[in-house]
């Protein structure tokens, strides 16, 4: 089984609908993360968080919001989708220590294809 | 702000035939850098990870080498294979631990 699954993974959607995209982890990492990745602009942080009480902004939060419901497992949301928010979303997880690797090594699930209509 | 430059952006070799792939970074305060491979419409995997204060790692035919002080890193790439035809992509992660920031790769084509 996969360390990092997202559900769902392919997602067409319309213009204003509301979007959750989920992650879960099986690595027993606390820190987790989600990025997109867009043609020529490579992969951009949407927000991190180091445990569960924690979230932060990464490179481009607006119009994108986050849960952490547990430890391992951690959620985007698109309160009113957009076109300029189709792309490739990736969630990924690390751990500072050494346990299950060398340190801040990032771990990613499959990706979700989300398109905005 | 950390930017991260990966050339060639696209590279095109027969098999067998040894090859770098080189990635640049502008601050060189970073915690450790991290190769990774993409397959068309999939996902990330790591390859390789060296710390700051590492010199290089070695897995099988992939060598990685980090000379922070001037801002470059190389992914070595020895008796390339067909399979090994991907996007290669270098990421530098900031020393709070907490941003990880990508090049847009290098799409390897390794021809039979």
């Known amino acids: 089984d996969a360390d990092v699954t997202q559900t769902p993974r392919n997602r067409i959607t319309k213009t204003g609908k509301r979007i959750m995209l989920e992650c879960s982890q099986t690595?027993?990492?606390?820190?987790m993360y989600w990025y997109r990745q867009d043609p020529g602009l490579g992969l951009r942080l949407i927000y991190y968080?180091?445990?569960?009480?924690?979230?932060n902004k990464g490179e481009i939060s607006d119009g994108y919001s986050v849960s952490r419901q547990a430890q391992a497992k951690f959620s985007l949301s698109l309160e009113s989708a957009i076109p300029n928010q189709t792309a490739l979303y990736f969630c990924?997880?690390?751990?500072?220590?050494?346990?299950?690797?060398?340190?801040?090594?990032?771990?990613f699930g499959p990706g979700t294809r989300l398109t905005v209509l | 702000k950390q930017e991260v430059t990966q050339i060639p952006a696209a590279l095109s070799v027969p098999e067998g035939e040894n090859l770098v792939l080189n990635c640049s970074f502008t601050?060189?305060?970073?915690?450790?850098l991290q190769w990774f491979r993409q397959d068309p419409g999939k996902g990330l995997t790591s390859l390789l990870l060296?710390?700051?204060?590492?010199r290089e790692q070695t897995s099988g035919r992939l060598n990685a080498s980090l000379d922070k002080s001037s801002g470059r890193s190389t992914l070595y790439i020895a008796a390339s294979q067909p399979g090994d035809s991907a996007t290669y992509l270098c990421?530098?992660?900031?020393?709070?631990?907490?941003?990880?920031?990508f090049g847009e790769g290098t799409q390897l084509t390794v021809n039979p």
């Open positions: 990924a997880t690390s751990d500072p220590g050494l346990a299950g690797g060398q340190y801040n090594e990032q771990f």
């Open positions: 690595k027993g990492h606390d820190r």
């Open positions: 968080s180091f445990d569960v009480k924690d979230i």
């Open positions: 601050d060189s305060a970073i915690y450790n």
């Open positions: 060296i710390q700051s204060s590492q």
């Open positions: 990421a530098v992660l900031e020393t709070s631990g907490s941003r990880l920031t």
